[in-house]
């Protein structure tokens, strides 16, 4: 063979090495969003110090998830995974952030889909309580509304729009936990939320859009939020896609606003396509402590 041929022979070689690492890395870059990503759960593990928790809820455990946008791409298995693995960190408070089902208006849920997620509701197991609040795709009709608010109720979920709740534990002390509607097709009421609310306590709010923090008075302690879905599709550089209404100032992740901590979920669902990079489904675990 010639210094020439031998010369053409590398440079296929080198480019066919080239095109089959290309096709490689698009390979798993294509299953990561489509397969992985939707489908692997990160449970973030967080300790929340603050002097305000009363003792006797010193240790306790609450368990917040958000988005599950059920019988679009959500099915049973991928719920039943996410039931589990919420039993599996014992919590003591569960907290769903609203966005049941995907467009459920567009594509009602059949009576056996209501009573597949009933029961798979059912399951999630705390002692102090379960509560939920309603997401922009819960709120798309007054038929929606309905047949959301009586699957919480069936699942032993409590409903809290607008108003607030004492959780005790054992004895006379309490903590506050807000519910309020969704800035998307809903209608916060702020002073109804916080009504008797005093300063001093120990208060949980549950936003479904995490925007609104910036509304909220000094009260609040903590704010739990989701609806962005972290981006759901995340760039290096140029960080998420897209956004959505109400949640363009807080993305994701751990925010401190006018001295509020504002935690939001990634979501465990997917919306439009079901596809995920880099903004995995989030199931958050926080133990209280009062620092003592």
Same mark, same amino acid.
């Given at each position: 063979?010639?210094?020439?041929?031998?010369?053409?022979?590398?440079?296929?070689?080198?480019?066919?090495?080239?095109?089959?690492?290309?096709?490689?890395?698009?390979?798993?870059?294509?299953?990561?969003?489509?397969?992985?990503?939707?489908?692997?759960?990160?449970?973030?593990?967080?300790?929340?110090?603050?002097?305000?928790?009363?003792?006797?809820?010193?240790?306790?455990?609450?368990?917040?998830?958000?988005?599950?946008?059920?019988?679009?791409?959500?099915?049973?298995?991928?719920?039943?995974?996410?039931?589990?693995?919420?039993?599996?960190?014992?919590?003591?408070?569960?907290?769903?952030?609203?966005?049941?089902?995907?467009?459920?208006?567009?594509?009602?849920?059949?009576?056996?889909?209501?009573?597949?997620?009933?029961?798979?509701?059912?399951?999630?197991?705390? !002692?102090?309580?379960?509560? $939920?609040?309603? &997401?922009?795709? @819960?709120? #798309?009709?007054?038929? *929606?509304?309905?047949?959301?608010?009586?699957?919480?109720?069936?699942?032993?979920?409590?409903?809290?729009?607008?108003?607030?709740?004492?959780?005790?534990?054992?004895?006379?002390?309490?903590?506050?936990?807000?519910?309020?509607?969704?800035?998307?097709?809903?209608? !916060?009421?702020?002073?109804? $939320?916080?009504? &008797?609310?005093? @300063?001093? #306590?120990?208060?949980? *709010?549950?936003?479904?859009?995490?925007?609104?923090?910036?509304?909220?008075?000094?009260?609040?302690?903590?704010?739990?939020?989701?609806?962005?879905?972290?981006?759901?599709?995340?760039?290096?550089?140029?960080?998420?896609?897209?956004?959505?209404?109400?949640?363009?100032?807080?993305?994701?992740?751990?925010?401190?606003?006018?001295?509020?901590?504002?935690?939001?979920?990634?979501?465990?669902?997917?919306?439009?396509?079901?596809?995920?990079?880099?903004?995995?489904?989030?199931?958050?675990?926080?133990?209280?402590?009062?620092?003592?």
């Amino acid at each position: 063979m010639t210094v020439q041929g031998e010369d053409m022979k590398i440079k296929i070689v080198r480019w066919l090495s080239v095109i089959l690492v290309t096709m490689t890395l698009l390979t798993a870059l294509i299953y990561e969003m489509t397969v992985w990503g939707p489908r692997r759960i990160n449970v973030e593990i967080v300790t929340l110090i603050d002097s305000s928790i009363p003792l006797s809820f010193e240790g306790v455990k609450v368990v917040f998830f958000s988005d599950a946008h059920y019988n679009k791409y959500m099915n049973r298995d991928r719920f039943l995974n996410v039931v589990t693995r919420i039993n599996q960190l014992d919590p003591d408070i569960v907290i769903f952030g609203g966005d049941l089902f995907d467009h459920p208006s567009v594509e009602y849920p059949t009576t056996d889909i209501q009573d597949e997620l009933t029961g798979l509701l059912s399951m999630i197991q705390a !002692p102090l309580g379960k509560y $939920a609040v309603f &997401g922009n795709h @819960d709120l #798309e009709s007054p038929r *929606t509304i309905q047949m959301i608010s009586n699957i919480f109720q069936a699942s032993g979920f409590e409903l809290l729009v607008n108003q607030n709740v004492p959780i005790y534990n054992k004895s006379e002390s309490f903590i506050r936990l807000v519910g309020l509607d969704s800035q998307l097709l809903g209608n !916060p009421d702020i002073n109804s $939320a916080y009504a &008797g609310i005093i @300063d001093g #306590e120990f208060v949980i *709010t549950v936003s479904h859009t995490p925007d609104i923090i910036d509304e909220l008075p000094a009260l609040t302690s903590w704010v739990l939020a989701g609806h962005s879905h972290g981006g759901q599709i995340r760039l290096p550089i140029f960080n998420e896609l897209y956004t959505v209404p109400y949640a363009r100032n807080y993305v994701s992740g751990e925010h401190i606003v006018n001295g509020i901590r504002l935690y939001i979920s990634n979501g465990i669902g997917t919306t439009r396509w079901d596809i995920r990079l880099m903004a995995d489904p989030q199931i958050h675990s926080y133990t209280l402590s009062s620092g003592r």
